[in-house]
């Protein structure tokens, strides 16, 4: 069963540019997350999506950050504009209806300059 | 509110020596899942065990071992024997009927040769 795919694994940008991060889900895992990691820190999590649904995006900095899962499969995460402090690790997750388990992408690794 | 904690923010020891992470959590639901991350230096979360507040059996996988005690909200994780590949950060995380994840703020774990 192949994992979260993410792309891209890297990305440098300069403050005030716009930036969006891909995730592909495990196949059939309804529930889909953004989390944020900032270096030293836990994942905290932006934004929760069931099928193509918001769940939680209390978290989620709407003045910059912007997420859809339009298909209820693949979703894409945008930051616009970027600012220093977005340089972090964005991971994505998904799980099944059942488990409460979350699966992990590998990340992408956001340098704001 | 819900909280993890992981007081031990780095642990060095030598290869084969056994170590313990700790992890105290609170939440004021009766229903909860509790789980450990590992995330070794190539970035991605990953899962290695799920427990549910009903269950306080503990369990063995291997070299690994977890003690979940609901009397002093606790779910602490013992390597038995440590290897050099067990280094990395982990992480314990907390999930509520509330369908949200909160993790710790991770414990780094360097095993010398």
């Known amino acids: 069963e192949a994992g979260v795919a993410q792309s891209p694994r890297y990305k440098i940008i300069e403050k005030r540019q716009s930036v969006a991060f891909w995730c592909n889900p495990i196949s059939g895992h309804a529930t889909l997350y953004w989390y944020q990691q900032i270096l030293g820190q836990g994942p905290k999590l932006l934004i929760q999506?069931?099928?193509?649904?918001?769940?939680?995006d209390s978290q989620l900095p709407k003045d910059r950050f912007s997420a859809e899962r339009l298909k209820g499969v693949d979703s894409t995460l945008k930051i616009q504009p970027a600012k220093l402090e977005d340089s972090a690790v964005y991971l994505c997750?998904?799980?099944?209806?059942?488990?409460?388990?979350?699966?992990f992408g590998p990340g992408t690794r956001l340098l704001v300059l | 509110a819900q909280k993890v904690t992981q007081a031990q923010t780095e642990i060095s020891v030598v290869e084969k020596e056994d170590v313990t992470l700790d992890c105290v959590y609170e939440t004021r639901d009766t229903t909860y899942y509790l789980f450990w991350y590992k995330q070794p230096p190539s970035g991605e979360l990953v899962f290695l065990i799920r427990r549910n507040s009903f269950d306080e059996q503990n369990e063995i996988s291997g070299r690994y071992s977890w003690n979940f005690q609901k009397s002093t909200s606790s779910f602490n994780f013992t390597i038995t024997a440590s290897q050099v590949v067990d280094s990395a950060v982990y992480f314990c995380?907390?999930?509520?009927?509330?369908?949200?994840?909160?993790f710790g703020s991770g414990t780094r774990l360097s095993i010398r040769p």
């Open positions: 997750a998904s799980r099944s209806t059942g488990p409460e388990t979350q699966y």
């Open positions: 995380a907390l999930y509520s009927s509330a369908s949200k994840i909160i």
């Open positions: 999506f069931q099928n193509n649904g918001v769940v939680d």
